[in-house]
């Protein structure tokens, strides 16, 4: 399952606050059922061309779901509906969704073809299913609002926040049994990543001495000094293209659309780390979720989603960020638009233009060209 970062959109700023991470006991989960909304089943109906993605999570380069909603107006209520693809995105079906609104659900995380998560980020609930989609339930991780999740090797995690407090839950992904594994104060957000069992969970703090918690196996977890280079860098996410081989983005929000990048590399699984390069140029902000990421066991290749106010961009670095291109998006004026980018192969690739003309964009060449998916 490729990997997943967190969402930033807690904009770092040059305050900062001391950071203390401690592991904590199990809690228990309040959750509630909701049925189903009627939605088309899922294994006849055609989805209509005209079908609008805003996210999409893929845990192969054939397999995946996309979230988004059929003859939506902006800044108007629009249903959330899910499709589904097993072959790359040659066919798609419907799949059943809560009877929610867009406005409501944002973020899809699918582990498997049975199970998958929907949330809005920075709010209360966390839908779940572990049947395809044939029913979802609601569940509340400790009353806190839902960050982002990320899914790999049976294995679900979730960030949730309170005000400057950041807490991680694992669950089983086949089942809802949900436990806090550990929390992370005065920061201003945190990053997630995940590689077949080893995982990644790292405050944004700026400008301080701060800690990576990392595990190997899912298990036991570690604490390892971090620090972002420049008194003004904050942690803005974390790709890893192996449980060994993890790259770290820090960003500084100089403003006017114009963010210092940085990219740190580490070869084993995040206990040490070095600087590999700047993306240049600096024009372009990271919003955040799933703005950054890197393919399977190629830790050289890093891509990094930028928005500006005029077209959004990928910068791709192949030599680990020393170099960049970059790679423009036609069409994607006026908005924060890239997302849930992500590789599922050492290959193939994807991410959403969320906003018009709503795009599905697939990449089988690491990133170097990208090409758009029909529904």
């Given at each position: 399952?490729?990997?997943?970062?967190?969402?930033?959109?807690?904009?770092?700023?040059?305050?900062?606050?001391?950071?203390?991470?401690?592991?904590?006991?199990?809690?228990?989960?309040?959750?509630?059922?909701?049925?189903?909304?009627?939605?088309?089943?899922?294994?006849?109906?055609?989805?209509?061309?005209?079908?609008?993605?805003?996210?999409?999570s893929f845990y192969s380069p054939a397999s995946g779901v996309v979230l988004g909603g059929v003859g939506c107006a902006t800044n108007h209520a629009c249903r959330a509906r899910l499709v589904a693809t097993t072959d790359g995105g040659a066919r798609w079906r419907f799949l059943t969704a809560p009877d929610v609104s867009l406005s409501t659900i944002s973020q899809v995380a699918f582990a498997s073809r049975r199970d998958?998560?929907?949330?809005?980020?920075?709010?209360?609930?966390?839908?779940?299913?572990?049947?395809?989609?044939?029913?979802?339930?609601?569940?509340?991780?400790?009353?806190?609002?839902?960050?982002?999740?990320?899914?790999?090797?049976?294995?679900?995690?979730?960030?949730?926040?309170?005000?400057?407090?950041?807490?991680?839950?694992?669950?089983?992904?086949?089942?809802?049994?949900?436990?806090?594994?550990?929390?992370?104060?005065?920061?201003?957000?945190?990053?997630?990543?995940?590689?077949?069992?080893?995982?990644?969970?790292?405050?944004?703090?700026?400008?301080?001495?701060?800690?990576?918690?990392?595990?190997?196996?899912?298990?036991?977890?570690?604490?390892?000094?971090?620090?972002?280079?420049?008194?003004?860098?904050?942690?803005?996410?974390?790709?890893?293209?192996?449980?060994?081989?993890?790259?770290?983005?820090?960003?500084?929000?100089?403003?006017?659309?114009?963010?210092?990048?940085?990219?740190?590399?580490?070869?084993?699984?995040?206990?040490?780390?070095?600087?590999?390069?700047?993306?240049?140029?600096?024009?372009?902000?990271?919003?955040?979720?799933?703005?950054?990421?890197?393919?399977?066991?190629?830790?050289?290749?890093?891509?990094?989603?930028?928005?500006?106010?005029?077209?959004?961009?990928?910068?791709?670095?192949?030599?680990?960020?020393?170099?960049?291109?970059?790679?423009?998006?036609?069409?994607?004026?006026?908005?924060?638009?890239?997302?849930?980018?992500?590789?599922?192969?050492?290959?193939?690739?994807?991410?959403?233009?969320?906003?018009?003309?709503?795009?599905?964009?697939?990449?089988?060449?690491?990133?170097?060209?990208?090409?758009?998916?029909?529904?």
């Open positions: 399952m490729q990997l997943t970062t967190f969402p930033h959109r807690r904009l770092i700023s040059a305050a900062a606050l001391a950071c203390a991470a401690t592991l904590i006991p199990a809690t228990a989960l309040a959750a509630t059922t909701s049925p189903a909304a009627p939605t088309p089943g899922g294994r006849t109906a055609t989805v209509p061309a005209g079908f609008q993605p805003t996210a999409a998958g998560w929907l949330y809005q980020q920075h709010s209360r609930g966390l839908w779940a299913t572990h049947d395809r989609g044939a029913h979802w339930r609601k569940l509340t991780l400790g009353g806190a609002s839902i960050d982002t999740v990320a899914a790999s090797a049976g294995t679900v995690y979730a960030v949730v926040s309170r005000s400057t407090t950041d807490e991680l839950f694992r669950s089983p992904a086949g089942r809802a049994a949900w436990a806090r594994v550990g929390t992370i104060t005065g920061g201003f957000g945190a990053a997630l990543a995940v590689s077949g069992k080893a995982a990644w969970f790292g405050p944004s703090t700026v400008g301080t001495h701060t800690y990576l918690w990392a595990t190997a196996d899912g298990v036991h977890w570690h604490k390892y000094p971090f620090t972002c280079p420049g008194a003004d860098y904050g942690l803005s996410g974390i790709a890893a293209a192996s449980p060994s081989r993890v790259a770290f983005l820090c960003a500084n929000a100089e403003g006017m659309f114009h963010t210092a990048k940085e990219v740190l590399q580490s070869v084993n699984g995040g206990k040490t780390e070095h600087l590999t390069g700047r993306a240049a140029p600096q024009y372009g902000d990271v919003l955040g979720y799933g703005a950054f990421a890197v393919p399977h066991r190629r830790p050289r290749v890093v891509t990094i989603a930028v928005y500006t106010p005029g077209p959004d961009y990928l910068y791709r670095s192949a030599n680990g960020g020393k170099t960049w291109a970059q790679i423009a998006i036609p069409g994607t004026e006026g908005g924060p638009l890239l997302g849930s980018l992500s590789y599922a192969s050492r290959t193939v690739g994807f991410v959403v233009v969320s906003w018009p003309p709503y795009e599905l964009l697939r990449t089988t060449d690491a990133g170097a060209r990208w090409h758009k998916v029909s529904f």
